[in-house]
């Protein structure tokens, strides 16, 4: 698989993947199951021939991303049984602290391994601006539902850095897809005074 295909079906894979569980209830778990296997799986197939500082720097993110993912899957179904007191508040760290916060850093170490392999000049095409807002809206969607989109503003002046400092197309899609990001996260604060997880103001 090429490279800007790669990339775009990552982030097709991500788009799909790490929404579509939301929407489906209780069968979401199971959709949710899938989900390393496919966009890691995807991310392989794309830097599996690349440069090998792009493949350390995506099994350093595939590590993080795999177990936290785990994490938060089977934490959160726990969750889905009456707990309280001390083991409430254990399952509510592993899957809504520490489980969200390496799944979602797996991703973007993912992003930086992307941005590494690439080696085309130039700013975004066609392909990468699609990428560019799957990946943006993915990103506000998840991190505001995951309550780290802290991870997301603190990514963004690096991934927009990263793109000025060495333009290639691949930065410059997760920068865009950054911005966008920060923007959308910025506007719902605004909106709601503050950013609330969407299932607690009733969306999910």
Request: aromatic share 12%; hydrophobic share 60%; with cysteine.
């Amino acid at each position: 698989m090429s490279l800007p295909r790669g990339l775009l079906a990552f982030a097709g894979a991500i788009f799909v993947f790490q929404q579509a569980p939301a929407v489906f209830g209780d069968f979401g778990t199971w959709i949710d199951l899938a989900t390393p296997f496919v966009v890691l799986g995807v991310a392989a197939a794309a830097l599996w021939n690349t440069v090998p500082a792009a493949r350390a720097v995506a099994l350093v993110g595939a590590i993080l991303y795999a177990d936290g993912h785990g994490i938060h899957l089977s934490a959160n179904d726990i969750r889905h049984h009456e707990l309280t007191g001390e083991a409430a508040r254990v399952a509510h760290f592993w899957d809504e602290r520490f489980g969200h916060l390496e799944w979602h850093l797996g991703w973007l170490v993912l992003l930086a391994a992307f941005c590494l392999a690439d080696t085309r000049r130039g700013g975004p095409g066609r392909s990468e601006l699609i990428v560019a807002l799957l990946l943006g809206w993915a990103l506000f969607t998840n991190t505001v539902e995951g309550g780290d989109w802290g991870l997301t503003v603190a990514a963004a002046p690096a991934f927009v850095a990263w793109a000025i400092v060495r333009p290639r197309r691949a930065a410059a899609a997760c920068a865009a897809a950054m911005l966008l990001a920060v923007a959308l996260i910025g506007a719902w604060a605004i909106w709601q005074g503050g950013v609330p997880q969407f299932s607690e103001v009733g969306w999910l």
